[in-house]
């Protein structure tokens, strides 16, 4: 489930509430009772990995799988392999 955060418009209190997809957003303020929330936009806690997502956001230095590079290390890695197989 998500994580939705939240401010007061009348107080000013922030808080961050867990809440399902289906759930209707939160409207009363905790703090002064007014129904003056919204719903505030930040990062995604979490992180996309394995096949098919851009790894290019979350990698630094060599570890970068660039459309570019692709050729590349899998030409170096099937030369490693064919060297191996001749020892």
Same mark, same amino acid.
């Given at each position: 489930?998500?994580? $939705?955060? $939240?401010?007061?418009? @009348? =107080?000013?209190?922030?808080?961050?509430?867990?809440?399902?997809?289906?759930?209707?957003?939160?409207?009363? =303020?905790?703090?002064?009772?007014?129904?003056?929330? @919204?719903?505030?936009?930040?990062?995604?806690?979490?992180?996309?990995?394995?096949?098919?997502? $851009?790894?290019?956001?979350?990698?630094?230095? +060599?570890?970068? +799988?660039?459309?570019?590079?692709?050729?590349?290390?899998?030409? @170096?890695?099937?030369?490693?392999?064919?060297?191996?197989?001749?020892?």
């Amino acid at each position: 489930m998500p994580i $939705y955060e $939240y401010r007061c418009a @009348s =107080c000013g209190h922030e808080l961050e509430a867990l809440q399902k997809l289906s759930d209707a957003p939160l409207v009363d =303020c905790p703090a002064c009772h007014k129904p003056n929330l @919204s719903k505030q936009i930040s990062a995604a806690g979490f992180r996309l990995k394995g096949g098919g997502w $851009y790894e290019t956001d979350f990698k630094s230095g +060599n570890k970068k +799988n660039l459309a570019g590079d692709s050729g590349s290390s899998s030409s @170096s890695s099937s030369s490693t392999a064919s060297t191996k197989a001749a020892d």
